[in-house]
């Protein structure tokens, strides 16, 4: 080596250009507005570290919703042992399955890989954890009471759960795309996912576009549908500005939070409390009782709101209230 030159290892470190920094925690937030507080204050935080520990490394979003789904499989499998110790483990297991399954879409809003396919797994995922969990869950409580009661309660509360989701994810969604004026929701209607070219996918992104995901997107619609179609998109149709942002978050922030408490989060963290304890049934009577309440109270509490939202938008662009929600009662009849 002549003197003054430089190890080529040297150059590539030098040029080499510099790692972005992990954006802010709030910046990758979707809304405090759609998130529970079990999300906001316990999950979301943990998610993020987890997230500035990987940030750096060749792990993709897609390989922490395998993790998360792996992880929860292993909670399923604790669940079965049943033992004392295999609960404690199965219940932490669920919980840090939870953690990851929001890890996945922090670390893909921070490298910017956000794909339909990503959050096609991800909802994925979610179900086969559910699946994995929810039946050893109810399993075990059998063969430890042996209440057929409990085998009764089953079938309405894991019917209930799934619906429950899916109405959150409906108004989730709709809520992001009226108040995000700058990157607006995070998925598209059945109608746009039924009409996009797979062609070029993999035989995996399109079993679970059109298998899991359409279906799951159809199921939030009709619901919507049977109980306050005025909120169909179709009648949110207006153009967005801060003006009607600001009305759709000042009607629609307190049923949303109501929305928020039936989501999965508080799902999963009920849940593994009461599997860590030993009282699955509590659980079971809880998701069939207190849950369809809140569910009962925001589906009302959503009417009045998406009413008052449609009527205020329609002041504002010098139209007669009641004109607007004649229009679009045509449009859900149709």
Known sequence: MTRGSRPAAAETVENAVPYPPLPPFSSLLKSRDVEDPVNIWMHRPLAYAFVAAIYRTPMTPNMVTLLAMLTGLVAGAMILVGTGAALV????????????????????????????????????????????????????????????????????????????????????????????????????????????DLSGKSWLTRFVVQQMMIPYVKAGERLVRWTNPLAKRGGLSHKRTEETAA????????????????????????????????????????????????????????????????????????????????VVTEEARG
């Open 89 to 196: 483990l199965g219940g932490i297991l669920l919980w840090t399955a939870a953690i990851l399954d929001g890890a996945d879409g922090f670390l893909a809003r921070a490298k910017g890989t956000s794909s339909q396919f990503g959050r096609a797994l991800d909802g994925a995922a979610d179900a086969v954890v559910a699946i994995a969990t929810v039946f050893p869950a109810v399993y075990h409580l059998w063969v430890t009471q042996h209440n057929p009661v409990h085998l009764w309660l089953a079938v309405p509360v894991i019917y209930l759960a799934v619906q429950h989701l899916v109405i959150y994810d409906y108004y989730k969604e709709t809520y992001l795309r009226q108040t995000r004026l700058e990157r607006g929701g995070e998925g598209d209607d059945a109608e746009v996912l039924e009409k996009a």
């Open 247 to 326: 009305i759709y978050r000042k009607h629609n922030h307190g049923p949303m939070q109501l929305w928020a408490l039936i989501s999965l989060a508080p799902h999963t963290y009920l849940m593994a409390i009461c599997i860590m304890f030993d009282r699955i049934d509590v659980y079971l009577w809880f998701r069939l009782v207190g849950a369809n309440v809140i569910l009962a109270v925001a589906v009302i509490w959503q009417r009045i709101a998406t009413i008052r939202t449609v009527d205020e938008i329609a002041q504002l662009r010098g139209r007669r209230p009641r004109a607007s929600l004649e």
